[in-house]
C-alpha cells in the first residue's frame, strides 16, 4: 500500500474555484478523486494515470474539473472550477497499483483502488 493524504479542502461560494491537493508516498500509481455527499454513494470524479498522459472524468465534474500531477513532487492535483453547491461532499484521494489496466469503466470504480485518504471536506454555500 502507499500513502495518501489530501489537503486544500474548505467553504467556497457557488461559482469560485478551489484546489485540492494529493500527496502520495509513490509516484508510479494511477490516482483518483471520488466524493461522497451525506446519505449518498461515493462517485468517481476524475482519474490520471502514473505517467499523467491519460485521464478519465465523472458526467458531472467533465469541463469543470481538472485532475493533473506532479510526479517530482508526488503529488496530485484537482482543479474545481464554476463550483456548484451540489459539489459539496468528502472528497477522497485514491492510489491504484500500476499492474491494473488504466481503462473504463474499472479507473471509476471504488473498489480497484488499494490505498486511501482521510478525506478533505468541500463546501459549497449558494
Known amino acids: 500500500q502507499v500513502q495518501v493524504v489530501e489537503s486544500g479542502g474548505g467553504l467556497v461560494q457557488a461559482g469560485n474555484s478551489l484546489r485540492l491537493s494529493c500527496a502520495v508516498s509513490r509516484r508510479t500509481y494511477s490516482m483518483a478523486w471520488f466524493r461522497q455527499a451525506p446519505g449518498k454513494e461515493r462517485e468517481f470524479v476524475a482519474a490520471?494515470?502514473?505517467?499523467?498522459?491519460?485521464?478519465y472524468y465523472g458526467d458531472s465534474v467533465k469541463g469543470r474539473f481538472t485532475i493533473s500531477r506532479d510526479n517530482a513532487k508526488n503529488t496530485v492535483y484537482l482543479q474545481m472550477t464554476s463550483l456548484k453547491p451540489e459539489d459539496t461532499a468528502v472528497y477522497y484521494c485514491a492510489a491504484r497499483s500500476p499492474q491494473a489496466p488504466f481503462e473504463r469503466p474499472r479507473v471509476g470504480v471504488a473498489s480497484e483502488y488499494d490505498s486511501w485518504g482521510q478525506g478533505t471536506q468541500v463546501t459549497v454555500s449558494a
Open positions: 490520471i494515470a502514473w505517467s499523467g498522459d491519460n485521464t
